[in-house]
């Protein structure tokens, strides 16, 4: 049975960052990122977000000499199931979409894989994940910006989310990488 992995930024106050201090030199990230997407055959992501994010890494996976080539080949090879209440198909390669009730969608996902499944989404999409409790492991690139305000992944939560912490690594950067299980 496969896992649902959260990989995301946010800020220190938890908010998603929209390009505020969004220097977080990849580089640093590039080997967690690449082992993260290892253990996964699967990527689930929202339509908004699915609109820029694969093509995006579908035109990297085409660029050998791309430093990111790598973790593009990664993700353009893996099966994407795009979240949708608008669409009905999909154009992208190696990407479906999924129409149905969400909870019902991801537990079916989830039976179904073998390996990990890897989510990467907006804000909209990945609360509706941690509301409804869905999300087994996070892995949270912060950066170290606090906002005050904004959008958070977390607002949806109608009780506590107890989390445990698996790992943090510091980067040069000033980001932190924060990798929670559930307790």
């Known amino acids: 049975m496969g896992r649902l992995k959260l990989q995301m930024q946010i ?42 994010f694969i093509p995006y890494w579908d035109k990297l996976a085409a660029l050998p000499d791309e430093p990111w080539h790598d973790v593009a080949q990664q993700i353009a090879n893996a099966r994407k199931v795009v979240f949708s209440k608008t669409l009905d198909r999909s154009d992208w390669r190696n990407a479906v979409v999924e129409t149905g009730e969400l909870v019902e969608a991801i537990m079916r996902l989830k039976r179904e894989n073998a ?59 000033g980001h932190v990488l924060l990798h929670y299980g559930l307790r």
Not at 15 to 44: H, M, R
Not at 144 to 167: C, Q, R, W, Y
């Open 115 to 173: 390996k990990d499944i890897i989510v990467y989404g907006g804000i909209a999409f990945v609360s509706s994940l941690v509301k409804a409790h869905l999300i087994d492991e996070f892995h949270l690139f912060v950066n170290p910006v606090a906002l005050g305000k904004g959008k958070s992944i977390f607002s949806g939560l109608d009780s506590p989310l107890p989390l445990k912490l698996e790992k943090s690594i510091r980067c040069n950067s």
């Open 11 to 52: 800020t220190v106050d938890g908010f998603n960052p929209e390009g505020q201090n969004d220097d977080l030199s990849w580089d640093e990230v590039k080997d967690y990122s690449c082992a993260l997407l290892d253990t996964a055959d699967t990527i689930a992501i929202g339509r908004k977000t699915a609109t820029d």
